[in-house]
């Protein structure tokens, strides 16, 4: 079974950083575009940023140039570092991703989430 976990969220003051990891496991024959997403309550999920196999970024507006994603093809996985961190950064955020499976499969998977709090 194909899983993506998150790691690394907490609680951090305004201003902070947090570095937060997802590793995919299982059967996995390629990961194309990963992405974070984040929900705050009362929230629609939305895309915070995405990164394609080759290293292509895309970040929403509101965190450009504070946030940057990366990934390690060969270790199955991502990373969210997140800077200047404000209160409306506080929300659950999402690991996904786009995977291909040995049997020609192509499916979206998602993590669990990990929660972020940004406060004084």
């Known amino acids: 079974q194909v899983q993506f976990v998150e790691s690394g969220g907490g609680l951090v003051q305004p201003g902070g950083s947090l570095r937060l990891s997802c590793a995919a496991s299982g059967i996995i024959f390629s990961i194309y575009t990963m992405g974070w997403y984040r929900q705050a309550p009362g929230k629609q999920r939305e895309l915070v940023a995405s990164?394609?196999?080759?290293?292509?970024?895309n970040f929403a507006d509101s965190v450009k140039g504070r946030f940057t994603i990366s990934r390690d093809n060969a270790k199955k996985s991502s990373y969210l570092q997140m800077n200047v961190l404000k209160p409306e950064d506080t929300a659950v955020y999402y690991c996904?991703?786009?995977?291909?499976?040995?049997?020609?499969?192509?499916?979206?998977?998602w993590g669990q989430g990990t929660q972020v709090t940004v406060s004084s």
């Open positions: 990164i394609t196999r080759g290293g292509n970024t």
């Open positions: 996904n991703g786009e995977i291909l499976t040995y049997d020609s499969r192509r499916t979206v998977v």
